[in-house]
């Protein structure tokens, strides 16, 4: 009886692993995914791919940007008004992003990354939410870094 006891549990406990394992795989590939797609904001960015930069972002009201020293800009209307400002209008600075971190909660996901803007960096926060299965942008904020000492 106790060895069938112990087996039951050994065969409990394997099951246990197995889906704590799928668990973890499917939690690593969902945030390699939207690693992706952040690193595709940044490559649309640099690029000046507006288009491209409007595809990435969540057709909303609910939707901001605070670029630097620049006002909170919000609502999709005015959040591509002032990406085409910068990206077509202007000169899309070469931006990279560097020792990200992401957070995942169900359908929604937050970026922290450095940029690298070459001579200066700043700290970005970069809110996904996902929509109809597509990881969308809803919110970009970046803020000064402190000189390096």
Not at 29 to 58: C, P, Q
Not at 67 to 87: A, K, L, Q
Not at 93 to 113: D, S
Request: net charge negative; proline share 5%; hydrophobic share 40%.
């Amino acid at each position: 009886m106790t060895q069938l006891r112990d087996l039951k549990f050994k065969d409990l406990q394997s099951k246990k692993i197995a889906k704590e394992q799928l668990e973890m795989s499917r939690d690593i590939a969902e945030k390699t995914h939207i690693l992706s797609v952040n690193d595709a904001f940044y490559k649309y960015f640099r690029t000046g791919n507006f288009d491209a930069m409007s595809e990435l972002w969540h057709e909303s009201d609910q939707v901001s940007v605070v670029h630097p020293n620049w006002p909170v800009i919000d609502g999709y209307e005015d959040v591509m008004d002032s990406w085409f400002r910068i990206m077509v209008e202007g000169v899309p600075p070469k931006i990279f992003p560097e020792n990200p971190i992401v957070l995942q909660t169900g359908n929604t996901a937050i970026v922290y990354c450095e940029e690298n803007l070459g001579s200066n960096r700043t700290i970005a926060s970069n809110i996904f939410r996902k929509v109809k299965g597509q990881w969308k942008l809803v919110q970009h904020v970046v803020s000064s870094l402190p000189d390096p000492e």
